[in-house]
């Protein structure tokens, strides 16, 4: 009996080790944790419980019969963060490569059916060759689990993936249909074809960082959401984000204790500039508002133009959506759409409280936004804010014209409050553009074209340059100064916590994708 014991106990030992203490050695030498280590730096202390540690994969072919490891590439369990339940899979690049097999699959999805019935989050820490060579179809089946119980868990427990270093082919889609995507610099890529295929098919010669690197992913192509520095980095920004989220799409956000105080913010006075058409930076109006050091932005290095991110006001998690004048003006275009539009459906997911800052001249023109389908993608949030029914409420500090004043959480699309700076400015478009066209006949017949029109335009803003008119007909609620935004933010979140909206019943909607 002792024996057998000391044989499993042996087993264990060998299970914790992954591929060997040599492999884990070359991993720490090109700057990566291994996955034990990675799983007992995002769990609380003495949490983590495992599940299939003793697994091993099934196959006989090439010699695979022989090369047994324990837990077959990948870690998994259970455990607390900051006292909450989640569960993880952490790929072991020491073992295959971290490839994945049948029976690495089924551990992988043994704990996502675990999150799914009790509500909790699937972290999953991927490393990666790919799909395991030797197993051929077993291994992309195995895949395909994956993938179909991503989509099942999505909407009802939060799903988030780091990528800690290779993630290529379809190996790609299970993160990409996760709720958020972090990836680690230098040591991560992710591609559905490599360099090397690349190269043959279309001659493009691209190193890997190039192609699918985190700096190429958080700006160019917008695949990952955050772009950490380190393994430890990528951990502490996961531990950050959960914070935020709910445990599943059941519960209400989460909220911190908080006891009201001089909530007056005299710096959300001088932040609109005096000119309209110089930029300010649309941070300092979300810093002025939320709880202090709390602001976490999602995606904060691509389509700058509009920004996004989670913070707290008085202790309750709240989304924040807002255009960014610092860049393009703030004008929505395709990708600041889409990046928006996905971040107001992960919120409304998880009854998070939406606050949108509005300063937007309108959609960007030209045939690159048209010819990329700026009508397609900019209805895509038009739709998200439309079908939400967490709380939202909007300020709009300068510019809401056009079109774009309707998408940005407009009262007509279902906004429970809407705020709006004396500076506000709401209009089918700016005064010159407007007068230009409605003046044109009369401003060319007169003596002084240049004159008459800075006349119109001086009678058109003082007809709507501001934000009264919208305030008459009750499409703002009221007219608010600067620095009392955050009192009324927070009350306006307090009378609206038990929020009960119903869309009609269907069986899902069909979001323009
Ligand atoms: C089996 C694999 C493997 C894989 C790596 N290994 N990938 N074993 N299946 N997919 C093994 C290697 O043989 C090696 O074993 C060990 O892992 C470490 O790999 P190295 O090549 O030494 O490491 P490195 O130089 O860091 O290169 C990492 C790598 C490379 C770039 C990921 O290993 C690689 O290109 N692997 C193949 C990637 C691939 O083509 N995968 C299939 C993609 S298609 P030893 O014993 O020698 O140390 C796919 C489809 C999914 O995934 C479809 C879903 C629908």
């Not at 972090?182 to 001659?203: C, D, H, L, Q, R």
């Not at 520095?229 to 911190?256: F, G, M, W």
């Not at 909530?263 to 932040?271: D, G, K, M, P, V």
């Not at 009369?442 to 006349?455: F, G, N």
Request: hydrophobic letters at 40%.
């Amino acid at each position: 009996m002792k024996d057998k014991l000391n044989t499993l106990r042996k087993k264990e030992i060998k299970a914790k080790e992954g591929g060997g203490i040599e492999r884990i050695k070359k991993q720490h030498a090109k700057g990566k944790l291994s996955a034990r280590e990675r799983v007992h730096l995002l769990l609380d202390a003495n949490s983590f419980e495992e599940i299939g540690m003793l697994v091993t994969h099934r196959t006989k072919d090439f010699g695979m019969g022989k090369q047994i490891f324990y837990g077959d590439g990948v870690i998994t369990g259970y455990g607390t963060v900051a006292g909450r339940l989640v569960y993880v899979f952490a790929q072991d690049f020491t073992v295959f490569g971290g490839s994945l097999s049948e029976t690495h699959a089924e551990k992988i999805c043994k704990i996502m059916d675990l999150a799914l019935q009790n509500g909790a989050p699937v972290i999953g820490l991927n490393d990666s060759g790919g799909a395991r060579i030797q197993e051929g179809v077993r291994s992309l089946g195995g895949y395909a689990d994956i993938f179909y119980r991503n989509v099942l868990a999505s909407g009802v427990v939060p799903q988030i993936s780091a990528i800690m270093g290779p993630c290529a082919g379809g190996a790609v889609y299970s993160p990409a249909m996760t709720d958020f995507t972090i990836m680690v610099e230098n040591t991560s890529y992710m591609f559905v074809t490599g360099p090397n295929v690349v190269k043959t098919v279309t001659n493009e010669v691209v190193t890997a960082e190039e192609l699918g690197g985190a700096s190429t992913h958080s700006t160019k192509s917008g695949v990952t959401h955050l772009s950490t520095a380190d393994d430890v980095d990528c951990i502490n920004h996961i531990k950050s984000l959960l914070s935020y989220i709910p445990q599943n799409a059941e519960e209400k956000t989460p909220r911190i204790p908080y006891e009201l105080r001089d909530e007056t913010r005299a710096q959300l006075s001088s932040i609109v500039p005096e000119n309209v058409n110089h930029p300010y930076d649309m941070r300092d109006v979300v810093k002025g508002i939320v709880d202090q050091d709390t602001f976490f932005e999602i995606h904060p290095a691509y389509a700058e133009n509009i920004i996004v991110g989670f913070a707290r006001i008085a202790g309750r998690s709240i989304g924040i959506i807002g255009n960014q004048p610092m860049a393009l003006a703030g004008c929505l275009d395709v990708d600041s759409s889409k990046k928006a539009a996905r971040f107001v459906r992960f919120c409304d997911c998880f009854n998070i409280p939406m606050m949108v800052l509005v300063d937007v001249p309108g959609f960007l023109p030209g045939t690159n936004q048209e010819w990329n389908g700026i009508i397609t993608n900019g209805a895509k949030l038009l739709f998200a804010f439309s079908e939400a029914t967490v709380p939202r409420v909007t300020l709009i500090t300068r510019k809401a014209y056009g079109g774009a004043y309707d998408v940005m959480n407009s009262k007509h699309i279902g906004a429970d409050m809407n705020y709006a700076w004396p500076s506000a400015e709401i209009a089918v478009m700016g005064a010159k553009g407007a007068s230009e066209i409605i003046f044109r006949k009369e401003i060319k017949a007169a003596k002084d074209p240049a004159k008459k029109l800075a006349e119109k335009e001086k009678d058109y803003a003082s007809k709507f340059a501001h934000p009264y008119r919208a305030a008459e007909r009750g499409f703002i609620d009221e007219v608010i100064n600067p620095d009392q935004t955050r009192i009324k933010m927070i009350k306006a979140f307090n009378m609206l916590q038990n929020k009960v909206a119903k869309l009609p019943k269907k069986k899902h909607s069909n979001i323009p994708l």
